[in-house]
Protein backbone atom coordinates (compact mmCIF):
# COMPACT_ATOMS: atom_id res chain seq x y z
CA UNK A 1 0.00 0.00 0.00
CA UNK A 2 1.06 3.62 -0.29
CA UNK A 3 2.49 5.39 2.33
CA UNK A 4 4.29 8.74 3.54
CA UNK A 5 6.47 8.83 6.32
CA UNK A 6 7.38 11.27 8.44
CA UNK A 7 9.75 11.21 11.81
CA UNK A 8 7.04 11.42 14.92
CA UNK A 9 9.13 12.27 17.01
CA UNK A 10 9.85 15.81 17.79
CA UNK A 11 13.33 17.17 16.17
CA UNK A 12 15.13 19.65 18.24
CA UNK A 13 17.74 21.82 17.17
CA UNK A 14 19.47 24.65 18.71
CA UNK A 15 19.02 28.36 17.31
CA UNK A 16 21.80 28.91 14.54
CA UNK A 17 22.23 25.08 13.02
CA UNK A 18 20.56 23.39 10.09
CA UNK A 19 17.45 21.41 10.94
CA UNK A 20 16.96 18.44 8.17
CA UNK A 21 13.25 17.18 7.98
CA UNK A 22 13.06 14.07 6.20
CA UNK A 23 10.07 12.54 4.51
CA UNK A 24 9.91 9.02 2.92
CA UNK A 25 7.68 7.11 0.49
CA UNK A 26 7.13 3.82 -0.72
CA UNK A 27 4.41 2.90 -3.66
CA UNK A 28 4.18 6.16 -5.00
CA UNK A 29 5.58 7.79 -8.63
CA UNK A 30 4.64 11.54 -7.59
CA UNK A 31 4.52 14.06 -9.81
CA UNK A 32 6.02 16.57 -7.64
CA UNK A 33 6.41 16.64 -3.73
CA UNK A 34 5.30 19.87 -1.31
CA UNK A 35 5.94 20.88 1.39
CA UNK A 36 3.56 22.82 4.20
CA UNK A 37 4.42 24.75 7.53
CA UNK A 38 1.14 24.15 10.11
CA UNK A 39 1.36 26.04 13.31
CA UNK A 40 -1.10 24.91 16.05
CA UNK A 41 -4.57 26.20 15.55
CA UNK A 42 -3.84 26.73 11.99
CA UNK A 43 -4.12 25.18 8.36
CA UNK A 44 -1.05 24.28 6.93
CA UNK A 45 0.91 26.89 4.85
CA UNK A 46 2.65 26.15 1.44
CA UNK A 47 5.94 26.51 1.31
CA UNK A 48 8.03 24.76 -1.46
CA UNK A 49 7.33 22.43 -4.75
CA UNK A 50 9.55 20.49 -5.95
CA UNK A 51 9.08 18.64 -9.70
CA UNK A 52 10.03 14.90 -10.11
CA UNK A 53 12.63 16.24 -13.00
CA UNK A 54 14.14 18.17 -10.16
CA UNK A 55 17.14 17.88 -7.75
CA UNK A 56 16.78 20.53 -5.34
CA UNK A 57 14.92 23.80 -5.25
CA UNK A 58 15.50 26.97 -2.60
CA UNK A 59 13.88 29.41 -0.98
CA UNK A 60 15.49 32.08 1.12
CA UNK A 61 16.71 29.68 4.16
CA UNK A 62 14.67 27.00 2.91
CA UNK A 63 16.25 24.00 0.37
CA UNK A 64 14.48 21.20 -0.97
CA UNK A 65 15.99 18.01 -2.24
CA UNK A 66 13.52 15.29 -4.38
CA UNK A 67 15.53 11.50 -4.61
CA UNK A 68 13.34 9.61 -6.73
CA UNK A 69 15.34 6.73 -6.49
CA UNK A 70 15.53 6.38 -2.93
CA UNK A 71 11.86 8.18 -2.85
CA UNK A 72 12.93 10.54 -0.54
CA UNK A 73 12.63 14.17 -0.19
CA UNK A 74 15.09 16.23 2.81
CA UNK A 75 13.92 19.59 3.76
CA UNK A 76 16.26 21.58 5.09
CA UNK A 77 15.78 25.19 7.40
CA UNK A 78 19.84 26.43 7.34
CA UNK A 79 20.76 29.31 10.30
CA UNK A 80 17.51 28.38 11.87
CA UNK A 81 15.67 30.46 14.11
CA UNK A 82 12.84 29.80 17.43
CA UNK A 83 10.31 31.53 14.96
CA UNK A 84 10.93 27.92 12.61
CA UNK A 85 9.29 25.90 15.36
CA UNK A 86 6.39 24.59 13.83
CA UNK A 87 5.24 21.30 12.41
CA UNK A 88 6.27 20.39 8.82
CA UNK A 89 4.18 18.23 6.87
CA UNK A 90 4.93 16.87 3.25
CA UNK A 91 2.67 16.10 0.61
CA UNK A 92 2.82 14.13 -2.49
CA UNK A 93 0.83 13.90 -5.85
CA UNK A 94 0.18 10.65 -7.08
CA UNK A 95 -2.45 11.13 -9.75
CA UNK A 96 -0.79 13.36 -12.39
CA UNK A 97 -2.17 16.37 -10.68
CA UNK A 98 -5.71 15.16 -9.76
CA UNK A 99 -7.31 17.15 -6.89
CA UNK A 100 -7.86 13.99 -5.05
CA UNK A 101 -3.71 12.97 -5.68
CA UNK A 102 -2.49 15.18 -2.72
CA UNK A 103 -1.42 12.59 0.14
CA UNK A 104 -0.11 14.26 3.58
CA UNK A 105 2.41 12.79 5.82
CA UNK A 106 1.52 13.23 9.79
CA UNK A 107 4.38 15.90 10.19
CA UNK A 108 7.19 16.04 11.96
CA UNK A 109 7.10 19.07 14.82
CA UNK A 110 10.45 21.26 14.95
CA UNK A 111 11.33 23.24 18.10
CA UNK A 112 14.24 25.82 17.67
CA UNK A 113 15.39 26.47 21.16
CA UNK A 114 17.25 29.55 21.97
CA UNK B 1 -11.55 37.81 1.16
CA UNK B 2 -7.88 37.82 1.63
CA UNK B 3 -7.73 34.17 2.65
CA UNK B 4 -10.19 31.27 2.97
CA UNK B 5 -12.07 31.36 5.73
CA UNK B 6 -14.24 28.92 7.36
CA UNK B 7 -16.91 28.80 10.13
CA UNK B 8 -17.36 27.86 13.71
CA UNK B 9 -13.98 27.99 14.59
CA UNK B 10 -15.08 25.94 17.37
CA UNK B 11 -18.05 23.64 17.37
CA UNK B 12 -19.28 21.48 20.22
CA UNK B 13 -22.08 19.00 19.75
CA UNK B 14 -23.74 16.50 21.17
CA UNK B 15 -23.60 12.89 20.21
CA UNK B 16 -26.62 12.43 17.64
CA UNK B 17 -27.02 15.84 16.54
CA UNK B 18 -26.43 17.73 12.96
CA UNK B 19 -23.62 19.99 12.19
CA UNK B 20 -23.10 22.18 9.18
CA UNK B 21 -18.93 23.66 9.09
CA UNK B 22 -19.13 26.77 6.20
CA UNK B 23 -15.88 27.28 4.41
CA UNK B 24 -15.65 30.67 2.26
CA UNK B 25 -12.54 30.38 -0.15
CA UNK B 26 -10.27 32.88 -1.93
CA UNK B 27 -12.01 34.93 -4.09
CA UNK B 28 -11.62 33.51 -7.80
CA UNK B 29 -10.80 30.06 -6.58
CA UNK B 30 -12.48 27.81 -8.84
CA UNK B 31 -11.08 24.46 -6.57
CA UNK B 32 -12.36 23.70 -3.05
CA UNK B 33 -11.17 21.00 -0.80
CA UNK B 34 -11.88 19.04 2.46
CA UNK B 35 -9.79 17.28 4.72
CA UNK B 36 -9.88 16.15 7.99
CA UNK B 37 -7.11 16.12 11.07
CA UNK B 38 -7.82 14.11 14.06
CA UNK B 39 -5.05 14.34 16.45
CA UNK B 40 -2.10 12.83 16.01
CA UNK B 41 -3.01 11.57 12.01
CA UNK B 42 -2.23 13.37 9.29
CA UNK B 43 -4.28 15.22 7.38
CA UNK B 44 -7.30 12.87 5.58
CA UNK B 45 -8.79 13.90 1.76
CA UNK B 46 -12.70 14.05 1.80
CA UNK B 47 -13.95 16.01 -0.99
CA UNK B 48 -13.14 18.42 -3.84
CA UNK B 49 -14.78 20.58 -5.94
CA UNK B 50 -14.97 21.82 -9.18
CA UNK B 51 -17.05 24.62 -9.68
CA UNK B 52 -20.29 23.62 -7.96
CA UNK B 53 -19.29 19.44 -8.85
CA UNK B 54 -17.67 17.50 -7.14
CA UNK B 55 -16.65 14.58 -9.27
CA UNK B 56 -15.63 12.28 -6.26
CA UNK B 57 -17.28 11.40 -3.24
CA UNK B 58 -15.84 8.08 -2.62
CA UNK B 59 -12.91 9.89 0.07
CA UNK B 60 -15.91 11.02 2.53
CA UNK B 61 -16.36 8.07 5.71
CA UNK B 62 -19.67 7.55 5.35
CA UNK B 63 -23.17 8.12 3.85
CA UNK B 64 -23.40 10.57 7.08
CA UNK B 65 -21.33 13.02 5.44
CA UNK B 66 -22.19 15.39 2.49
CA UNK B 67 -21.23 18.42 1.09
CA UNK B 68 -22.12 21.00 -1.54
CA UNK B 69 -21.28 24.29 -3.13
CA UNK B 70 -23.15 26.89 -4.57
CA UNK B 71 -22.11 29.77 -6.58
CA UNK B 72 -18.84 28.44 -6.84
CA UNK B 73 -17.72 29.75 -3.81
CA UNK B 74 -18.93 28.98 -0.56
CA UNK B 75 -19.25 25.14 0.65
CA UNK B 76 -20.64 23.77 2.78
CA UNK B 77 -19.77 20.32 5.10
CA UNK B 78 -22.90 18.77 6.65
CA UNK B 79 -22.56 15.38 9.31
CA UNK B 80 -25.38 13.57 10.11
CA UNK B 81 -25.85 12.16 13.45
CA UNK B 82 -22.51 12.95 14.43
CA UNK B 83 -20.64 9.88 16.40
CA UNK B 84 -17.79 10.57 19.21
CA UNK B 85 -15.42 9.14 16.23
CA UNK B 86 -16.62 12.45 14.07
CA UNK B 87 -14.46 14.61 16.43
CA UNK B 88 -11.14 16.44 14.55
CA UNK B 89 -10.54 19.45 13.05
CA UNK B 90 -11.96 19.88 9.43
CA UNK B 91 -9.94 21.87 7.24
CA UNK B 92 -10.84 23.40 4.17
CA UNK B 93 -8.83 24.72 1.15
CA UNK B 94 -8.96 26.33 -2.00
CA UNK B 95 -6.54 26.75 -5.38
CA UNK B 96 -6.96 28.67 -8.55
CA UNK B 97 -7.94 25.36 -10.68
CA UNK B 98 -7.54 21.84 -10.31
CA UNK B 99 -4.41 20.60 -11.29
CA UNK B 100 -2.96 23.73 -9.84
CA UNK B 101 -0.71 22.58 -6.95
CA UNK B 102 -0.47 25.37 -4.33
CA UNK B 103 -3.38 24.54 -1.94
CA UNK B 104 -4.52 27.48 0.32
CA UNK B 105 -5.83 26.26 3.68
CA UNK B 106 -8.22 27.76 6.11
CA UNK B 107 -7.77 27.67 10.33
CA UNK B 108 -10.23 24.87 10.19
CA UNK B 109 -13.29 24.31 12.55
CA UNK B 110 -12.47 21.75 15.44
CA UNK B 111 -15.08 20.07 16.11
CA UNK B 112 -15.89 17.95 19.75
CA UNK B 113 -18.73 15.44 19.50
CA UNK B 114 -19.60 14.59 23.15
Known amino acids: SQKIEQNSEALNIQEGKTATLTCNYTNYSPAYLQWYRQDPGRGPVFLLLIRENEKEKRKERLKVTFDTTLKQSLFHITASQPADSATYLC?????????????FGKGTHLIIQP | GAGVSQSPSNKVTEKGKDVELRCDPISGHTALYWYRQSLGQGLEFLIY????????KSGLPSDRFSAERTGGSVSTLTIQRTQQEDSAVYLC????????????FGSGTQLSVL
Open chain 2, 93 to 104: ASSLEVGDEKLF
Open chain 1, 91 to 103: ALDHSGGGADGLT
Open chain 2, 49 to 56: FQGNSAPD
